[in-house]
């Protein structure tokens, strides 16, 4: 009796890990770290991974895309999309994610605010949308859009 009692215990214990850690990577935040990957690669652009890594910032973005949105166009279109912002708008100054998001666990659009700043410091404000689905591989980004909220001159 103690012994199948001990048996029980092991397999709830069991059960409830296995559940946690099935919950924590679907709610826990799986495609947020993604998202947050990307918009750090971003942030570096075209400067190398200070990690040591051989690879430019876009080429790690890049790399974050699901396979069928990299199969929809060229990495030199997407390298064109982000580097367009740099040179209409500066470097990136800062990037903060929004609580405004859409969808539900496994698909959702997480949205960020960034910052641009110009070398006269005037600053633009873009919005990207991210949108993060769950595959069999884990977590991808699957497309990405920008919207300009505001632009203020400089000094």
């Known amino acids: 009796m103690l012994f199948g009692l001990a048996l029980l ?3 709830v214990n069991v059960t409830v890990v296995l559940m946690i850690d099935r919950f ?3 709610v826990g935040g ?3 770290v993604v998202a947050d990957r990307f918009m750090k690669a971003i942030e570096l652009g075209s400067g190398l991974d200070p990690d040591g890594a051989d ?3 876009y080429e790690e973005a890049w790399d974050l895309l699901a396979d ?3 199969k929809g166009r060229a ?3 997407f390298l064109a999309f982000f580097e367009s912002r740099v040179t209409d ?3 990136i100054q800062s990037w903060r994610r929004s609580p405004e998001e859409s969808g539900g666990m496994g698909d959702r659009v997480l949205r960020y605010v960034v910052e641009y700043r110009d ?3 005037r600053t633009t404000t873009i919005r990207f949308d991210l949108r993060v689905v769950e595959g069999d591989e884990g977590h991808a980004i699957v497309s990405y859009a920008a919207r300009t909220l505001a632009s203020e001159s400089g000094r």
Do not use: K
């Open 119 to 121: 070398l006269e410091g």
């Open 68 to 70: 069928d949105c990299r």
């Open 89 to 91: 708008h500066g470097f």
């Open 24 to 26: 924590e990577s679907r």
């Open 9 to 11: 215990l092991v397999a």
């Open 30 to 32: 799986g495609d947020i």
């Open 55 to 57: 690879r430019s910032g």
């Open 75 to 77: 990495y030199s279109e």
